[in-house]
């Protein structure tokens, strides 16, 4: 599996992105989805980036800038067939050493509440991450869960 920046002109990436927001919708209300989509994704503060398994798109993981040494974790998502066999370790592992490298000390990340999302918040504590207040724009939310991790520890 290779993981590198995002081409914005791969029609895999807009069909992949794409299923993530389908994935979100029944969820919760418009205003409860955090999900970025392609033109977001594409905004200089963000860095995106896809993992490849041969041909296949199997993963995709952005970091957006909230303010000095502060980033957020976005569109992180797995090929449902494929969960549980470690891109997502990988592609967080990747990010975090990105952030790391920049110079970002702290990593937060909002995800969803509802049991749907139950193993996405397992797997962000079990790389550490922990719950926390609304951060950048965000306001509480009974269907958003927010969780942070601080870089600084991890060195």
Known sequence: MQISRADFGDPRLSAFLQAHLDDMEPTAPPESRH?????ALRQPHVRLWVAIDGEELVGTAALAGLGPHHEELKSMRTEPRLRG??????????LLDDARSRGVERVSL??????????????????????????????????????TLGLSALR
């Open 85 to 94: 066999r470690g891109v997502a370790s990988r592609l967080l592992a990747h």
């Open 110 to 147: 909002e995800t969803g509440s509802m049991e749907f999302f139950a193993p996405a918040r397992a797997f962000y504590a079990r790389a550490g991450f922990v719950w926390c207040p609304p951060f950048g724009d965000y306001v509480e939310d009974p269907l958003s869960t927010f969780m």
């Open 35 to 39: 999900a970025l989509d392609l033109s």
